[in-house]
């Protein structure tokens, strides 16, 4: 079906200065700060004995890349010493003791289905130490269970060799690089200077062979992007041919992240109309050279883990992307990791790497907040996952997992989508809320409106408010560790 011309009156209509991205809800700036390692303690050894056949997706921070790239707002180090990665893996092994006592002092067996190294970049790390790391990670759960492993790629700090020891001897199966964009200009406005030819030398015949999926971060909103750049680089990645294709937008914050600002050194960024002709061009581009859509900010190749999740309706939108394997029950270590245990609770780490050390010097997990949820908070988490995942709402789920009519308990929402419904955003029936092909890119605004936390009535000034207390209440409990 051809997609319908993009409305620049819809556009600047639903236009919203601050914008959600839903990868968790409630999102993390309402979390209760109260919240410490006695209480994820507690969530684990609830929570784990009585989902033991639910699969956890096992995350790992490795805050550290060599060169700071201008639009990033990850938790990071820049740095070229890499005794500083050592000293940061001596205290990421003493967190996972910390876990590992724990859960073996309670008798509580992870059961480990995706393992995901993120960062900052994992490459920075040696091959010695990539081994080590897995080999630490298998004492503390059953690697034979691991069906999935990927590692988050520098395409410019590895090389094919490199990646046929990451399969070979440490077992990913999935690789993620961070292409962002291929046109030079670009690049050299964000500092990434990373030309297709880089792909092309790397991902040769074996590597395919060895990863079931190749997946590539395409970052839209950068400084430079136009119509044109974007078509280019759709053009190249079509021709390298990676399994899946995520999208996100550019999250331009310099209140968290100051050098960002030096994007703007040649003219102003991609404003939210020139986002959607943006986003508009990689639909037409990638649709019609076979990728399917398969999510908000997702495309997949027909034969790809993605798409057959997607079919199945085993895909889940989360913290670390579209993923495959239904809901993603997560549990992450290392600084600013996230863990989030079904349908009940969320935590995280410190940021700070100096805090996170001193956290577990004192033999504390390094938990800074994080929330058990309401089962409000749950039934708007699996709306606005639904959404995200797969650009609808069914109503039966909610009927049989929350015992509820999601039409008499979404009354105040749905009639909230009425002006949507006007503008062919959104269509209802019996069995769900469904996103038309116009709608499709309107998937956050539509979220939106279940957010009890950050309504569409919720003004930019409120919302700014929000994230200011919520940084203020950061530094008050970090200033008193």
């Given at each position: 079906m051809k997609k319908p011309t993009l409305d620049a009156n819809l556009i600047k209509k639903y236009h919203q200065d601050i914008v959600f991205n839903y990868a968790e809800y409630p999102t993390c700036d309402h979390w209760d700060f109260s919240f410490n390692d006695e209480d994820y303690k507690k969530a684990l050894i609830e929570w784990i004995p009585q989902n033991p056949d639910k699969k956890i997706f096992f995350y790992v921070h490795i805050p550290f890349c060599e060169q700071l790239c201008w639009f990033c707002t990850c938790s990071k180090i820049i740095t070229k010493d890499y005794n500083k990665v050592k000293e940061y893996l001596v205290y990421l092994y003493k967190e996972i003791d910390i876990l590992f006592n724990y859960l073996n002092e309670n008798n509580i067996k992870l059961n480990v289905g995706t393992v995901f190294f993120g960062g900052g970049s994992p490459t920075i790390l040696n091959r010695e130490d990539l081994k080590e790391l897995v080999d630490k990670l298998k004492q503390l759960f059953d690697w034979s269970n691991v069906e999935n492993f990927t590692v988050e790629s520098d395409p410019r700090r590895v090389d094919e060799d490199r990646l046929i020891y990451n399969a070979e001897i440490c077992g990913a199966n999935r690789i993620s690089f961070g292409m962002q964009d291929f046109d030079e200009n670009v690049q050299r406005k964000v500092n990434r200077i990373q030309p297709a030819s880089l792909f092309e030398?790397?991902?040769?015949?074996?590597?395919?062979?060895?990863?079931?999926?190749?997946?590539?971060?395409?970052?839209?909103?950068?400084?430079?992007?136009?119509?044109?750049?974007?078509?280019?680089?759709?053009?190249?990645?079509?021709?390298?041919?990676?399994?899946?294709?995520?999208?996100?937008?550019?999250?331009?914050?310099?209140?968290?992240?100051?050098?960002?600002?030096?994007?703007?050194?040649?003219?102003?960024?991609?404003?939210?109309?020139?986002?959607?002709?943006?986003?508009?061009?990689?639909?037409?581009?990638?649709?019609?050279?076979?990728?399917?859509?398969?999510?908000?900010?997702?495309?997949?190749?027909?034969?790809?883990?993605?798409?057959?999740?997607?079919?199945?309706?085993?895909?889940?939108?989360?913290?670390?992307?579209?993923?495959?394997?239904?809901?993603?029950?997560?549990?992450?270590?290392?600084?600013?990791?996230?863990?989030?245990?079904?349908?009940?609770?969320?935590?995280?780490?410190?940021?700070?790497?100096?805090?996170?050390?001193?956290?577990?010097?004192?033999?504390?997990?390094?938990?800074?907040?994080?929330?058990?949820?309401?089962?409000?908070?749950?039934?708007?988490?699996?709306?606005?996952?639904?959404?995200?995942?797969?650009?609808?709402?069914?109503?039966?789920?909610?009927?049989?997992?929350?015992?509820?009519?999601?039409?008499?308990?979404?009354?105040?929402?749905?009639?909230?989508?009425?002006?949507?419904?006007?503008?062919?955003?959104?269509?209802?029936?019996?069995?769900?809320?469904?996103?038309?092909?116009?709608?499709?890119?309107?998937?956050?605004?539509?979220?939106?409106?279940?957010?009890?936390?950050?309504?569409?009535?919720?003004?930019?000034?409120?919302?700014?408010?929000?994230?200011?207390?919520?940084?203020a209440s950061q530094s008050k409990v970090l200033g008193e560790i």
């Open positions: 030398n790397i991902l040769t015949k074996k590597v395919r062979k060895l990863y079931s999926e190749i997946a590539f971060d395409f970052l839209i909103g950068l400084p430079g992007q136009n119509t044109n750049t974007i078509s280019s680089t759709c053009d190249k990645i079509i021709q390298l041919q990676p399994t899946l294709v995520q999208l996100s937008l550019l999250a331009y914050k310099p209140w968290v992240a100051k050098y960002q600002i030096k994007m703007l050194a040649e003219g102003p960024l991609p404003d939210f109309l020139e986002r959607k002709e943006l986003l508009e061009v990689i639909h037409q581009k990638l649709s019609k050279a076979g990728y399917i859509r398969t999510g908000f900010e997702c495309y997949s190749l027909p034969n790809s883990p993605m798409t057959k999740a997607y079919n199945d309706g085993t895909a889940h939108y989360g913290a670390s992307g579209h993923q495959t394997g239904g809901k993603v029950n997560f549990i992450g270590v290392g600084s600013s990791s996230k863990s989030n245990l079904g349908d009940d609770y969320y935590a995280q780490n410190v940021y700070d790497v100096s805090k996170y050390k001193k956290f577990l010097d004192n033999k504390k997990l390094p938990i800074f907040r994080g929330m058990k949820l309401s089962k409000d908070d749950q039934i708007r988490q699996h709306a606005t996952q639904q959404f995200k995942s797969y650009l609808k709402m069914d109503f039966k789920p909610l009927e049989d997992n929350f015992k509820i009519d999601p039409k008499e308990y979404f009354a105040e929402e749905i009639n909230e989508l009425d002006e949507m419904i006007k503008d062919g955003l959104v269509q209802i029936n019996e069995f769900g809320i469904f996103l038309t092909e116009i709608g499709k890119d309107f998937s956050q605004n539509i979220s939106n409106v279940f957010d009890k936390y950050d309504p569409p009535s919720k003004s930019y000034a409120d919302r700014l408010k929000t994230i200011q207390e919520a940084k």
